[in-house]
């Protein structure tokens, strides 16, 4: 490992190889549109938010308690609370860098003095166990989040030692991790979390300080599990993916934020260690997951019992979990892998839920937020109050905050580094990932000066215009990345038109400030339809209009009720509508009935037909509590 301190990159993710290098915020700065709006309210609103709420619940003065000597058995929030604390300190040290806000550099300080000292003289450091009046350390691996919540320290760590420069943060985190490696190392305690996710700190960590020790620790962890570690529990140890070794396994199964930060971790050690088997098992779990056990949307996760995945095929709408954060940690996972592939396939995962779950849980103010993101929801939810917590993550509208807040604050963390995200380069030149207006300005290995400013209104616009901002001193290629859906994409270069297959297309030449590149994608309406082996929507058809996923919400319905009756004709295409879609619906009720069965089938074809709105799923909800659903009944 070649990292360290000296190299700042302020990026969340940076592998020591790989076919392409990320660009970081100090890279990479999006001007606006779909996702600087969204960047603007998060900064402005959901910080401070967040950081209201958790001093409010007591969540803030946990660490005050153990830094005073005053815990009880009496402690508020969950054991997992310490996390939130440290994702806002992530958000907030990527903000910082980004905006240069002095708010967001304050309340580092501020949360970070208050943390530091309820660090024991060891490194350990939690608020719910090994302190008066609690349990001990490290008495309940399986659910007490103790390493856990150290692995989100120690991203945070990441963030601020990527974007400041090492101080008080990243001090604690060391010693957090000197601890961690200590106590669970060669010849320590053969341990492991229930919920991952100190794999994943520790490997970045140590990549950021250029310790191997503790990329080391990551993969002790790794493989550990899977051989029955922890205790078993009535959910089975599916739930923590310990009941078959990651190495082995053929596909994502248990609580799906579990799975996910699991694999995140294994690529970032595969890459380090040049582990190809182990790369190799998270691609292989990557693509069947994807292939049958992933929502339209990108959500994954089917079953509310244990916020987990479901067997392939198993992705009823109406009982989708998708949880907000499995969102999050699904785009880790297809980052890091793209990042040790080159593959866009990865890329084209992370737009698909970028646009439909990340976007879609946050309210417009930046105040209330989506847990889970169902595809069908039969009845409108009860409004939500915005000065009360939330006990239930699938209520059908954006909450304030919820019992288990885990979300507000992964989404925030997304948004604050989300430029991180839209391209990389290699030898040769700069590939771009994801569109939105931003300027993007580059050295390549070999010195050459790579410059551009990206001008789209994507997605609702799909021109996505290249604009070279520097004099090139000799060729190099730029790439775009053309999603899978966009059959009959063009390129358009030095007043040519060539066609873009879904994949990747080039253009390789001494560029010239002022040049522009023209990436057209179709984002006109169309018709998908689903696996026949997916049950639960056989006999329905979903919109999407670029890499939107479109739903029909019940205020755009003629009668009250009518989504549950409804029908739409399949036989020619959606229409185009003002960033949405326009279909014919008819209803299918049986009039009258007592008993839902009958020997007769039902049949919509002699009602008259009425223009069916169709809008962005992640718009949904935002006029109000509604109905909703994505997967459509069609006839044809």
């Not at 700065?29 to 900064?43: E, H, K, L």
């Not at 923590?240 to 799975?259: K, L």
């Not at 103010?365 to 915005?386: C, E, I, K, M, V």
């Not at 479109?550 to 989504?563: F, M, Q, R, Y």
Request: with cysteine; net charge negative.
């Amino acid at each position: 490992m070649t990292q360290g301190p000296t190299a700042a990159h302020p990026v969340p993710v940076l592998p020591s190889r790989g076919p392409v290098r990320p660009l970081g915020l100090a890279q990479v700065s999006i001007t606006g549109g779909f996702w600087g709006d969204r960047q603007a309210v998060n900064a402005a609103a959901t910080l401070a938010h967040c950081e209201t709420w958790m001093e409010r619940l007591g969540w803030l003065a946990n660490f005050d308690r153990v830094a005073d000597g005053t815990t009880a058995s009496d402690r508020p929030g969950w054991p997992f609370s310490d996390s939130e604390v440290y994702k806002l300190l992530e958000a907030l040290a990527w903000e910082s860098f980004r905006t240069g806000e002095a708010e967001a550099e304050s309340a580092i300080k501020r949360l970070t003095a208050r943390i530091a000292r309820a660090q024991d003289p060891d490194g350990y450091l939690n608020t719910c166990f090994g302190h008066g009046g609690q349990p001990p350390r490290y008495v309940d691996l399986e659910q007490g989040h103790e390493l856990y919540n150290t692995g989100h320290l120690l991203q945070a760590a990441v963030a601020r030692l990527r974007t400041h420069g090492e101080d008080e943060l990243v001090r604690v985190a060391r010693r957090a991790a000197d601890h961690v490696c200590r106590t669970f190392g060669p010849g320590g305690r053969a341990g492991i979390c229930g919920h991952p996710e100190i794999e994943v700190g520790l490997a970045e960590f140590g990549r950021a300080l250029g310790e191997a020790r503790y990329v080391e620790q990551a993969r002790l962890f790794l493989d550990r599990r899977g051989h029955g570690t922890l205790g078993d529990i009535p959910l089975g140890r599916a739930y923590f993916q310990d009941d078959v070794p990651i190495r082995q396994a053929d596909v994502w199964r248990g609580h799906a934020v579990r799975a996910l930060y699991l694999s995140a971790a294994a690529v970032d050690v595969a890459v380090e260690r040049g582990d190809d088997e182990l790369l190799d098992a998270v691609r292989r779990q990557w693509e069947r997951s994807v292939a049958r056990r992933t929502y339209i949307t990108g959500g994954m996760g089917s079953r509310h019992q244990d916020e987990g995945f479901g067997e392939d095929w198993e992705l009823p709408p109406d009982r989708a979990y998708c949880e907000t954060c499995a969102g999050v940690a699904s785009i880790m996972v297809s980052w890091r892998l793209h990042l040790a592939t080159g593959d866009v396939r990865y890329t084209d995962l992370i737009e698909r839920t970028l646009y439909n779950v990340i976007a879609s849980s946050p309210a417009d103010d930046g105040r209330a937020f989506f847990y889970a993101n169902p595809l069908h929801q039969r009845t409108p939810g009860r409004p939500s109050d915005g000065t009360e917590v939330s006990p239930r993550a699938e209520s059908g509208v954006r909450a304030a905050w919820f019992d288990v807040s885990c979300c507000p604050t992964n989404v925030a963390r997304t948004l604050a580094v989300l430029d991180a995200y839209l391209a990389t380069t290699d030898g040769d030149g700069l590939q771009l990932h994801q569109y939105a207006p931003c300027v993007i300005a580059a050295d390549l290995p070999d010195g050459r000066r790579v410059a551009a400013q990206v001008e789209t209104g994507y997605p609702a616009d799909g021109a996505v215009h290249v604009r070279i901002t520097e004099d090139a001193s000799a060729p190099w290629t730029l790439s775009l990345r053309v999603p899978a859906w966009a059959e009959g994409a063009t390129l358009t270069d030095d007043g040519r038109t060539r066609p873009a297959a879904p994949g990747t297309v080039t253009v390789r030449r001494a560029f010239r400030a002022g040049d522009v590149v023209t990436l057209d994608l179709p984002v006109r309406p169309r018709f998908t339809w689903p696996d026949p082996r997916i049950d639960a929507v056989r006999g329905c058809v979903a919109v999407e209009r670029g890499p939107e996923v479109l739903c029909v919400e019940s205020h755009d319905l003629p009668a009250p009720g009518l989504l549950d009756a409804l029908v739409i004709d399949a036989s020619g295409g959606p229409a185009a509508d003002a960033g949405g879609a326009l279909v014919t619906g008819r209803s299918r009720a049986r009039a009258g009935a007592g008993w839902p069965y009958a020997a007769a089938r039902p049949d919509a074809s002699g009602d008259d037909g009425f223009d069916v709105r169709l809008r962005p799923y992640h718009a949904w909800a935002r006029r109000g509590p509604s109905a909703m659903r994505v997967w459509l009944p069609a006839s044809s």
